[in-house]
């Protein structure tokens, strides 16, 4: 499912869900403008990166370790991706599975069962390869709206 799509011009995220769609439109911003303070504002204190610290169990950092060694990697080579619909889409988890793989998750909202959403971002394919990589950037409902917990790829 799309988060925005260029032909009808709306968002096809469900329309109800506006909480999530003014986070993402923040978010990407944010992005873009390498505003980390922004970023930080918008996620828990905790991130999961399993990208990040490899060949760990539980790959959960502070968010201020996340943005000053991680971040400005991974989100630079994404920038330029976050603004074309074609290469944006969303979903929501809903099996339990992701959400319980990570312990942090199940304490880190406000609510009791929050929704927890993941945008993929696609990479175009690189010189000599024919598969394709996806960036997931995972947010979870609070009261407030959602908040970013972590980053991940898909291979």
Not at 8 to 20: C, R
Not at 31 to 49: A, E, R
Not at 67 to 95: G, I, N, Q
Request: glycine letters at 6%.
């Amino acid at each position: 499912m799309s988060v925005f799509d260029t032909t009808s011009g709306t968002y096809v995220v469900s329309a109800k869900d506006k909480k999530l769609i003014s986070t993402w439109e923040t978010f990407r911003e944010a992005i873009s403008n390498s505003d980390y303070q922004t970023l930080k504002n918008l996620s828990f204190d905790s991130i999961v990166c399993g990208n990040c610290v490899l060949f760990e169990r539980h790959p959960v950092m502070a968010s201020d370790t996340f943005y000053t060694r991680y971040a400005p990697d991974l989100f630079t080579s994404m920038s330029s991706l976050v603004f074309d619909s074609t290469e944006v889409r969303c979903s929501y988890a809903l099996d339990s599975s992701y959400f319980y793989a990570f312990p942090v998750l199940t304490t880190l909202s406000d609510k009791t069962q929050p929704k927890l959403a993941i945008i993929f971002v696609s990479y175009p394919l690189s010189h000599g390869r024919d598969e394709g990589t996806s960036g997931m950037l995972g947010f979870l409902e609070t009261r407030n709206g959602y908040k970013f917990f972590g980053y991940s790829t898909i291979p």
